[in-house]
């Protein structure tokens, strides 16, 4: 019997190794706003971030996503990724 393998990411926040499942994914399309993709499908560049209020707090404050995708990310998109992950919880 074949164990299937568990998809494990680090996220970009506390840099723990977790299931896939378990995180969110951030993605930068090619064209448009970065954004959270809770159906883990859109096109782009993705990052991984844990599905806990301390690591989105963490995400804005140090601006992570700059880092991640080399690129200035305005702070209208880190308040946006923060709504989005809220309104869902």
């Given at each position: 019997?074949?164990v299937?393998?568990?998809?494990?990411?680090?996220?970009?926040?506390?840099?723990?190794m977790?299931?896939?499942?378990?995180?969110?994914?951030?993605?930068?399309?090619?064209?448009?706003d970065?954004?959270?993709d809770?159906?883990?499908?859109?096109?782009?560049r993705?990052a991984?971030?844990?599905?806990?209020?301390?690591?989105?707090?963490?995400?804005?404050?140090?601006?992570?996503?700059?880092?991640?995708?080399?690129?200035?990310?305005?702070?209208?998109?880190?308040?946006?990724?923060?709504?989005a992950?809220?309104?869902?919880?």
């Amino acid at each position: 019997m074949k164990v299937k393998k568990i998809p494990m990411r680090m996220c970009i926040a506390c840099h723990e190794m977790k299931p896939k499942k378990e995180m969110l994914r951030i993605v930068k399309p090619k064209e448009g706003d970065v954004f959270i993709d809770f159906s883990g499908k859109a096109a782009g560049r993705g990052a991984y971030i844990c599905d806990d209020p301390a690591c989105i707090g963490k995400l804005k404050k140090q601006r992570l996503l700059n880092k991640t995708f080399s690129e200035d990310i305005p702070l209208s998109v880190y308040d946006a990724i923060e709504e989005a992950f809220f309104a869902k919880k």
